[in-house]
């Protein structure tokens, strides 16, 4: 298959999201975080920063003049108008990004089997009909809570996980080890090869 297969992480804050995308990394898949290109684009793409700016003013900038995310996060998570226009100042820049990722992968002499992208907000956004299968991991309320500070705001807008759970094609319930962890993940590259 010259085309890697494509495959979607997502699932609720403090699920372990992250976790499994380094798991599928070690079994040899090209992974992307979704988080991680929200961070470069507040650090470095000055349409970004200037539009930020111009609606948010100085206050969102650290003391070296950089964009501080938490600054933003105070103002979005409390004004659902305004985090409405970060994320549609963010996500098509975060998809064309994975898309240009998945197409330079897709380029290589030698591409890989399978890209992950972790994706927090895959249903959300209707991202999922972009990808070959979406793995959704979870954990109890308590476990989550306990992992990542949630606030009402944050997570009152994300799908239930039990609704995500009822659309993907694999499913994980995160609350034991790493190594059972790594198991899924080897269980899922396993069908995935075996289905393509």
């Keep these: 298959m010259s085309r890697p297969l494509a495959v979607a992480i997502t699932g609720g804050i403090g699920a372990g999201k992250s976790e499994a995308l380094a798991a599928f990394a070690r079994h040899g898949a090209a992974t992307v975080s979704s988080d991680e290109i929200v961070h470069r684009l507040l650090r470095e793409d000055e349409q970004v920063r200037g539009a930020l700016l111009d609606r948010f003013g100085e206050a969102i900038l650290d003391d070296e003049g950089e964009i501080d995310r938490s600054a933003i996060a105070e103002i979005v998570f409390a004004d659902r108008e305004a985090l409405e226009w970060l994320e549609a100042l963010l996500h098509p820049r975060v998809a064309a990004e994975q ?62 996980d039990e609704e995500k759970a009822k659309r993907a094609e694999y499913v994980y319930v995160n609350d034991g080890t790493l190594e059972e962890l790594d198991a899924f993940v080897a269980g899922v590259l396993r069908d995935l090869f075996a289905r393509a």
């Excluded at 209707?126 to 991991?137: C, E, K, P, S």
Aim: charged share 25%.
């Design 99 to 160: 898309a240009a990722w998945r197409a330079e992968l897709e380029r290589l002499p030698d591409p890989p089997a399978v890209c992950v992208a972790e994706i927090p907000l895959l249903y959300e956004t209707g991202g999922q009909d972009r990808f070959d299968a979406v793995v959704v991991v979870t954990a109890s309320p308590e476990l989550r809570a306990a992992r990542a500070h949630v606030s009402p705001e944050r997570e009152n807008r994300l799908l239930p």
